[in-house]
């Protein structure tokens, strides 16, 4: 879950006539231009794009096609199973390219039977950063494809590419009036919201607030009304004016319809002439969220195998980095750079994000939100509930899903004997960064161990220690085991207090740097004093820093893997234990303070978020985990405020928001289907399915970290920053962190229903 370079191979050039330099000049074609301000049509940088001539230079290929001219256009029969987009390239080099400027680069390809087509405009050698990639769906149909983009640096010698390759079967592609200019107009950014009436496009709880939202360029209210399913008008009132919303800069109402309390599928609201995405109402609406949410991690498991009788045959696949060519296997990584002399069994655990790597530091915190939802509910996914191959062993199976990852965690700690023994190390992933999309068990590249920091260390002694109180009903020796490598971890973390993570250690696998670790200091000494008792952990807990002061273990921009004080607070909040009142009032008053804060950002927000900071990567999850203190806080004092604003944070990520979209797949009219990820690659292979129901994208980011959302998204407001699109990893990628908190406050919102 980092920025990454494009993956981009060498390209192997083809056949195709050479000519001269006079003769490349002449067949330069003359299709419409792209404009300046002025009027003035910029240069056509694209030779032969028209292929009037009959001849195929100045493009290239790869060896394994032969392209024609065929009907004026260039045709090529590209082969089927190729493993990635760049195994099979049409191109043409030398495009010169000026920073600032902007370009339109507008093609007509035709594809049978239809499918992806990617276009890259890119550096001609490695890293082949790329200035333009378009992902389109060409079909029989001759429709022409427009593009408009802005490089940030001069490229001499771009090249364009249509890569080709990636898809199970073989097709028939051609391109024609092939196009480049220089002055183009970029259009204000306009992206398509369907209905400016925003509502949680899942549903909504019988008897908790019902409230929405409604972009209008009217300052006074207006009248609506809720509709049942065959039309019938069941409530109705006036929208509230509040002005223009700051994180989308638009004119907005709301409206509160919570008066309507009668179960029913397909309800809508309709303000004058324009009507809202559909809804349920109900006590049970949540009922299948939290499942979902929490079938993601089966569904990224590393070296097992995915049973289709689990999970459907779409969804199957053989176990990855398990040792079975090609993989090199994660049963005896070695470190990077020949750091250490030997070897981890660190097969197992969960692939972090769209990526194969697995990470401690991100690891952490998701295995101990799972924990948390059986802590604060042990019946919520009892044995057999879930998908997973361990039902009917006597084990909840949210633990059994946990363990899986808690394996892993212990795997990563440096063994007795050796220098750093008992640290953690960061992380393990490729030595270089692997294709998109590539499953599991195509993946080729070296697996590589990455040097040991105190903020994983801490990590392992904070999901060590709370492993250790769940499991030990169930296997009291696991348990053990678990609190071993805790109180390891956390002596050698005492001992190494500042080896931090190298920020710059991003080739292959995200850094993960975190320059402050007092949040992981505190969160591992209330775990582990929790689980103990011991005084040595009570004491570094109240002479931390941070003990007490609420802003700073729960920051307003929400708790995440860079900050994890708030999961030791929340513990102590809710875990029986021996701190005497004074103290566990100091607790509580911590977390209250906390949701009183973001209580009032939501009941002042539009879109209702409890969410005030600003839109960066994983902006959704940083929602839905204030939305966890806000539940935690409603059930610490049973204030209906609490629990509206924590239901807020799911109408915000389930389609009340200025997109009007559902950032959770399977979930509304307009859900999330491109998510960032290297098996659920459908937008890119149609052989390769979409993510399944209950995977969360990432969200706004206004940071623009990743090209797609540089060119797409150029004058984004805010909460605006969002595309759907498997190549904006910044906005659009899936990760075990952000699925945590969906799932914890799914199975909290599904507990409300009938008792709201």
């Known amino acids: ?27 330069a074609i003359a299709l419409p231009s792209a404009t300046t301000a002025s009027g003035q049509p910029g240069p056509e940088l694209i030779s032969n794009g028209d292929f009037a001539s009959g001849e195929t230079a100045p493009w290239w290929w790869t060896q394994n096609i032969t392209p024609e001219i065929v009907d004026g256009r260039l045709c090529a029969e590209i082969p089927g199973g190729t493993a990635n987009p760049w195994d099979v390239i049409i191109g043409q080099d030398a495009l010169p390219l000026t920073a ?14 239809e499918g992806p087509v990617r276009a890259n405009i890119q550096m001609p050698t490695d890293p082949y950063t790329s200035y333009l990639t378009a992902i389109d769906t060409a079909t029989d149909a001759t429709e022409p494809i427009s593009h408009i983009f802005t490089p940030t640096v001069n490229q001499p010698d771009a090249q364009l590419v249509f ?42 709880l019988t008897d908790a607030a019902k409230v929405g939202t409604y972009v209008t360029e009217s300052t006074e209210a207006l009248p609506f009304t809720v509709n049942a399913a065959d039309g019938t008008e069941v409530a109705s009132g006036t929208t509230s004016p509040a002005g223009v919303d700051p994180t989308s800069a638009e004119n907005v109402h709301t409206f509160d319809f919570s008066e309507v309390a009668t179960p029913g599928e397909d309800y809508t609201v309709t303000v004058g002439e324009d009507t809202s995405l559909p809804f349920a109402i109900g006590d049970d609406v949540y009922a299948g969220l939290g499942t979902d949410a929490l079938a993601y991690y089966y569904h990224n498991r590393s070296g ?30 070695t470190c990077w750079q020949d750091a250490c002399d030997y070897t981890l069994d660190a097969a197992g655990g969960w692939y972090d994000a769209g990526d194969h790597g697995k990470y401690v530091v991100n690891g952490g915190i998701s295995v101990a939100q799972l924990m948390s939802i059986y802590e604060r509910d042990p019946e919520a996914f009892g044995d057999s509930s879930l998908a997973v191959p361990e039902q009917g062993n006597a084990v909840p199976d949210i633990l059994d899903e946990a363990r899986w990852q808690l394996d892993f965690l212990m795997s990563m700690q440096v063994p007795e004997g050796e220098e750093l023994a008992g640290m953690a ?55 053990a085991q678990c609190l071993t490598a805790a109180e390891r971890a956390w002596q050698a973390a005492q001992a190494n207090p500042d080896m931090l993570a190298d920020p710059n250690d991003g080739v292959g696998g995200g850094a993960y740097s975190d320059a402050k670790v007092s949040d992981e200091f505190y969160w591992a000494a209330a775990e582990l004093y929790l689980t103990t008792g011991e005084g040595t952990y009570e004491g570094a807990l109240l002479d931390s820093e941070l003990h007490g002061d609420a802003e700073a273990v729960f920051p307003d921009g929400g708790m995440s893997w860079g900050e994890t004080a708030g999961l030791g607070a929340l513990s102590l909040a809710t875990v029986p234990n021996d701190l005497n009142r004074v103290r566990q009032a100091n607790v509580d008053e911590m977390v209250l303070n906390a949701a009183d804060r973001y209580a009032a950002t939501a009941q002042a927000a539009p879109y209702g978020l409890p969410y005030g900071e600003g839109f960066i990567w994983g902006s959704n999850s940083q929602v839905l985990n204030n939305g966890v203190v806000l539940g935690v806080a409603h059930d610490l004092t049973g204030e209906a405020a609490y629990r509206d604003a924590a239901l807020g944070a799911l109408d915000y990520v389930l389609g009340r928001n200025p997109l009007n979209q559902s950032y959770v797949t399977g979930y509304g009219e307009r859900d999330s289907v491109n998510q960032h990820h290297r098996f659920w690659a459908n937008q890119l292979d149609p052989g390769l399915p979409n993510p399944p129901a209950g995977s969360l994208a990432g969200g706004p980011n206004a940071d623009l970290q990743d090209p797609i959302a540089e060119q797409e ?28 908190p969906l799932a914890w406050l ?11």
Not at 173 to 190: H, Q, R, Y
Not at 431 to 445: G, K, M, R, Y
């Open 1 to 27: 879950m980092t920025p990454h370079p494009h993956r981009r191979r060498r390209r192997l050039l083809g056949g195709g006539a050479v000519a001269s330099a006079a003769g490349l000049l002449a067949a």
């Open 100 to 113: 600032a400027e902007s370009y339109e680069f507008r093609y007509t390809p035709t594809s049978s039977p």
């Open 163 to 204: 890569q080709l390759g990636g898809r199970d079967e073989a097709f028939t592609f051609c391109v024609d009036d092939v196009s480049l200019t220089s002055g183009a107009e970029v259009p204000p950014f306009d992206p398509d919201t369907g209905s400016p009436v925003r509502v949680n496009q899942h549903g909504y």
């Open 304 to 333: 097992i195998e995915i049973d289709a009788a689990l999970v459907g045959e779409e969804y199957a696949r053989p176990a990855g980095h398990a040792n079975v060519e090609p993989n090199q296997g994660d049963d005896g990584v």
């Open 425 to 479: 190390h960061h992380k393990l992933h490729d030595a270089a960064w692997t294709a998109l999309p590539t499953i599991p068990h195509e993946d080729s590249q070296p697996r590589e161990l990455h040097p040991p920091s105190t903020a994983a260390t801490l990590n392992l002694a904070a999901a060590g220690a709370q492993c250790a109180r769940v499991f030990e009903p169930f296997d009291a020796d696991f348990a």
């Open 713 to 740: 998204l150029v004058g984004c407001v805010g909460a605006m920053c969002y595309i759907d699109h498997i190549e904006s990893y910044a906005t659009n990628e899936v990760t075990i962190n952000w699925n945590a």
């Open 746 to 756: 799914a199975a909290y919102a599904d507990d409300q229903g009938g008792d709201a």
